[in-house]
């Protein structure tokens, strides 16, 4: 974003070039997330994490040193497509997590995503040069690669490779360093069912012949379109706000900080449905008024703003968390990534939502708020699941919501 800035001077009287920078970017992500879901369901969370997360470092400093626009169109395609590693990580996170734990262990890890964004404010506001702006931020990823001695690969994904002795090894040492006694039965009792040896076509196959999958993808994909459109959109829009473009920059990730405070609490107290259907509804209302406030009343306009971005940031984390909870383990990062890969659309089409304000201001907020209320109509056709362990099958999945459970508790 701030590159796009400070290259602008160069690329004046040529407008379609700097919009197509962000656009390159999307197109490469949504490319990268058909691979590195179905690369992370079959060899493992941890490698791709890993692999993505140096790959992301490589083609971010090879940026820096281009001097060529076009060089720089692939790097930045390539860093979307291969340098993503958002995705695993966070799988991986949320399979080492028992229910009881997940939604305070997704907090701690959101705050980080914040203070990321901050953080990038900052760099960009003290470095001048977008070259050296690219190295401060990507050079540090490199030491991504020393997570392969740190991390321990996910022990649910094991079990459903049939990876049985690894996997048990990985919780001996967990409770070993957390100094809780284990028992051997305990681990005894842990069943699994193996995924089966196929294709990742194969795979989807089996997941899409299940009626409930499907209609629960369908709910998936208006849900990762409309957070990806909203927060997104919010986001771009916000440079239109007057003051210094860094601290806006950084206010609009400060204000998802509560955001992310009120999501824990209500995910404790009313599990996953209620909360996202009523942050849908409550980002949207306040989305749809905010054009109608009298321009007399500048702060009551920018409270309903900042409260809506807060809103897409509460929605966007649960989708994120949602949509892993709703799907077997054996193509849990696929369908993550399809559904991201589609989210990718509205994040798309987000920075042409500017361009609407020539025909009324208050255009883009309206179509924000209107695609929220839908996406909290939609939301009635899933079942709240946040009190179930993680299905590893298909037929699991589809028994969520009900009082049956047979597959690994945590």
């Not at 459903?160 to 001996?172: N, P, V």
């Not at 025909?359 to 929220?372: D, E, H, N, T």
Request: net charge positive; charged share 15%; aromatic share 14%.
């Amino acid at each position: 974003m701030f590159l796009d800035v400070r290259m602008a001077s160069k690329l004046a009287c040529q407008e379609w070039k700097r919009t197509l920078v962000g656009t390159i970017h999307n197109a490469g992500y949504m490319c990268g997330l058909w691979l590195v879901g179905p690369m992370s369901d079959r060899l493992g969370r941890k490698t791709i994490a890993i692999a993505t997360s140096v790959l992301g470092a490589l083609f971010g400093t090879l940026r820096s040193f281009s001097y060529s626009y076009w060089f720089y169109l692939v790097m930045e395609f390539l860093e979307g497509a291969l340098g993503d590693s958002f995705s695993p990580f966070y799988i991986l996170a949320l399979e080492l997590v028992s229910p009881k734990k997940r939604i305070p262990f997704y907090m701690y890890c959101s705050f980080g995503y914040c203070i990321g964004g901050i953080v990038v404010a900052l760099i960009a506001w003290v470095t001048p040069n977008w070259r050296w702006f690219l190295r401060a931020i990507y050079l540090p990823s490199f030491l991504f690669i020393f997570y392969s001695l740190l991390l321990d690969e996910s022990p649910r994904w094991l079990y459903t490779k049939g990876r049985r002795d690894k996997a048990e090894k990985i919780l001996e040492n967990a409770s070993k360093k957390n100094k809780i006694e284990l028992d051997k039965q305990v681990l005894d009792k842990l069943s699994c069912k193996v995924s089966p040896n196929v294709t990742f076509s194969e795979l989807l196959k089996s997941t899409f012949k299940s009626k409930l999958l499907r209609c629960r993808l369908l709910v998936c994909l208006v849900w990762w379109i409309t957070s990806a459109l909203v927060n997104y959109g919010l986001l771009i829009n916000s440079v239109s706000l007057q003051g210094n473009k860094y601290i806006i920059f950084g206010v609009m990730y400060l204000i998802d900080i509560p955001g992310i405070l009120i999501f824990s609490y209500i995910c404790k107290k009313f599990k996953r449905k209620r909360p996202l259907m009523i942050s849908f509804l409550a980002g949207g209302v306040f989305s749809i008024l905010q054009p109608f406030v009298q321009t007399n009343f500048p702060w009551v306009s920018l409270i309903f703003y900042m409260t809506a971005k807060m809103m897409s940031m509460l929605y966007f984390n649960l989708t994120y968390l949602y949509t892993l909870e709703l799907f077997p383990t054996y193509t849990r990062n696929s369908m993550h990534a399809l559904c991201s890969s589609f989210g990718r659309l509205g994040s798309t089409l987000a920075p042409q939502t500017p361009l609407l304000a020539m025909y009324w201001k208050g255009l883009p907020s309206l179509i924000f708020g209107l695609a929220a209320v839908i996406a909290a109509l939609v939301t009635c056709f899933v079942p709240d699941v946040s009190n179930e362990s993680l299905p590893d099958t298909v037929e699991q999945a589809e028994g969520m919501g009900t009082t049956k459970k047979t597959y690994i508790q945590g």
